[in-house]
């Protein structure tokens, strides 16, 4: 438990320093969401994202068949004690990883890794560059993530009502601890809508893969 300080059972029921044990905490609204967990650890943890190669997602199906991977700096891999390590290309649900760390030994590895889809990276990676032409968007002139050219926009569009709404919350014009303004509220409902669409797709992948592995 974090905060554990001197005497006592450490039972949590200390003042303010329990509500991030508090389900029912505002902080804590969407704890239960994966999809939206993960995004905020995209937010925290941009730019240690990783890309799997070009082909690895189309042909690492088989069992043992691991997909290769790269990051703004070059080729990289998932470190053999991930969990994540050993699945097929597929399995992952979609071709992006965030990583906590990066060590250089035989190879240059990536630890603590957790697959993201790509709209968390959309929300809350760099600079967007949109290529109609081609449905994709290149992030920071480096990772290139495949989306429509309306969903591109769209999430444009929820990135800049974001970057407005925290930017009143953290200027006192935000509202309370009850999530803000009904402006904010509804940014935020639509971003959750969102992600949690695309971990529905995710899941859907994963169980596709699964199932093919297991014929």
Request: hydrophobic share 45%; glycine share 18%.
């Amino acid at each position: 438990r974090r905060g554990g300080g001197g005497g006592g059972g450490g039972g949590g029921g200390g003042g303010g320093e329990a509500w991030f044990d508090d389900l029912a905490h505002p902080a804590n609204a969407h704890a239960g969401r994966p999809a939206v967990v993960k995004a905020a650890l995209a937010a925290a943890l941009y730019p240690n994202v990783a890309i799997m190669d070009e082909g690895s997602l189309a042909n690492a199906t088989a069992a043992g068949n691991k997909p290769a991977w790269h990051d703004g700096s070059g080729p990289v891999a998932l470190h053999p004690g991930s969990v994540n390590a050993g699945l097929a290309g597929r399995a992952y649900g979609a071709p992006y990883t965030l990583f906590l760390e990066k060590v250089r030994t035989s190879r240059t590895f990536l630890r603590d890794t957790t697959v993201v889809g790509a709209v968390p990276l959309l929300l809350f990676g760099g600079a967007l560059d949109v290529r109609h032409g081609e449905g994709t968007v290149l992030i920071d002139g480096w990772l290139t993530v495949r989306a429509a050219a309306p969903t591109a926009v769209l999430v444009k569009k929820l990135r800049a009502a974001l970057d407005a709404a925290l930017a009143a919350r953290v200027g006192g014009g935000g509202g309370g601890e009850d999530g803000g303004t009904d402006a904010s509220a509804e940014v935020v409902a639509a971003i959750v809508d969102l992600l949690q669409d695309e971990a529905a797709t995710m899941g859907a992948a994963v169980s596709a893969a699964a199932k093919g592995a297991s014929v």
